[in-house]
């Protein structure tokens, strides 16, 4: 087995990067890749990611390869599948790893490779599996949590900017249908759906907002998320009476997520819950109004781009929240906003309204 602490670290020739699961996990990454790059240009860099969401990573120039575990066949045990990927990795011969993701999960395959310099987070709990274990500041947004690995292994840090690409072929795809469809008028993308209901505003608030857009400041408005989410997206339109006016656009059928990023770097503002698009648009530097809930937004809060966050100022904490807080009053110091659970239904619909004029403010392209 390998050792489980690295005392010489020589420049690494192959580097693995591990980033599977969600698609805003995955594009808040962006920055760590570019100063691992930075500070070693010749080295390859390889991404483990989900198929799917790993394609928001598709042009990023920092990377050589998107690569995913090949799924092991149904027959084999949990353990045989382990081993499998861990034979899979070995056979790339990296010799440096870090370990983006917060499960022992991604982590074991990694050591069970042999890959000799390991770096992650001791929360893991895998810290005797990693050569450099980091521990993970209470409410740091993702970003600088990312970026703290590499701090770990003494490599510089720029000023974190975010950033996104488009491909030559998806930017001329998506420009192609918004001169049909959107000719001249300020675009607007919504993002109402999560994984996590707790997460969704009412559909009937939301409406409101998108009603108010298209009347009162003639934007179009664009829905382009999972097949599942269609429905949700067809019912914010008809509520909002604009269903069947030309105005409001689901492009869900017509684009995959690589195109998504494209029609999300032409907005002009995207407005949504705390979900992965949200983080998509904030790379391209589109601004972005967030609706949080349950969810904290000191680490959650899109990225390096003009940002309004609407949360309710009332918070739910647990006993040993409140206590360790009261303990370590320098774990909650600073933060722009409250920790605990919000209800996102406290969301006022003219508190969205306002934030949206505040960002539209001399961006709109024209009205309709």
Request: proline share 7%.
């Amino acid at each position: 087995m390998p050792d489980a602490q690295t005392s010489a670290v020589a420049a690494p020739q192959r580097i693995l990067v591990v980033r599977t699961r969600f698609v805003g996990d995955t594009v808040l990454a962006i920055p760590f890749l570019r100063n691992l790059r930075r500070h070693f240009p010749s080295a390859r860099i390889d991404v483990l990611v989900e198929k799917g969401a790993g394609s928001v990573l598709a042009d990023c120039p920092y990377k050589d390869e998107l690569i995913v575990a090949p799924a092991p066949p149904r027959s084999r045990s949990p353990l045989a599948g382990l081993r499998a990927n861990a034979a899979w990795l070995r056979a790339r011969h990296y010799d440096r790893a870090y370990v983006l993701k917060r499960s022992v999960s991604s982590l074991l395959p990694v050591w069970l490779a042999g890959i000799r310099h390991r770096v992650g987070f001791a929360e893991q709990g895998g810290g005797m599996l990693l050569s450099r274990a980091v521990r993970i500041r209470e409410h740091r947004h993702e970003v600088e949590v990312f970026l703290d690995l590499l701090r770990a292994d003494s490599i510089p840090i720029d000023d974190g900017h975010n950033e996104n690409w488009v491909a030559d072929e998806a930017g001329r795809k998506v420009d192609a249908i918004l001169r049909d469809r959107s000719p001249g008028r300020a675009r607007v993308f919504v993002a109402p759906r999560s994984t996590a209901v707790e997460k969704e505003w009412p559909v009937e608030r939301m409406a409101r907002v998108v009603a108010w857009l298209v009347v009162s400041r003639g934007c179009d408005i664009f829905f382009c998320g999972a097949p599942r989410d269609m429905g949700m997206h067809e019912r914010i339109a008809a509520l909002a009476g604009h269903a069947d006016t030309g105005r409001v656009h689901d492009l869900t059928k017509d684009l995959d997520l690589r195109h998504t990023g494209a029609l999300l770097s032409r907005m002009d503002l995207c407005l949504g819950i705390d979900t992965g698009l949200l983080h998509v648009a904030a790379s391209h530097g589109v601004p972005v109004v967030a609706l949080f809930g349950p969810t904290d937004p000191n680490q959650w809060c899109p990225w390096g781009t003009p940002v309004e966050v609407l949360r309710s100022p009332r918070t739910v904490k647990p006993l040993s929240q409140r206590l360790h807080e009261s303990l370590f009053p320098a774990t909650v110091a600073g933060l722009r906003w409250p920790t605990g659970v919000a209800d996102i239904h406290d969301i006022d619909v003219d508190d969205v309204i306002a934030a949206i004029g505040r960002l539209l403010a001399g961006r709109s392209r024209a009205a309709g």
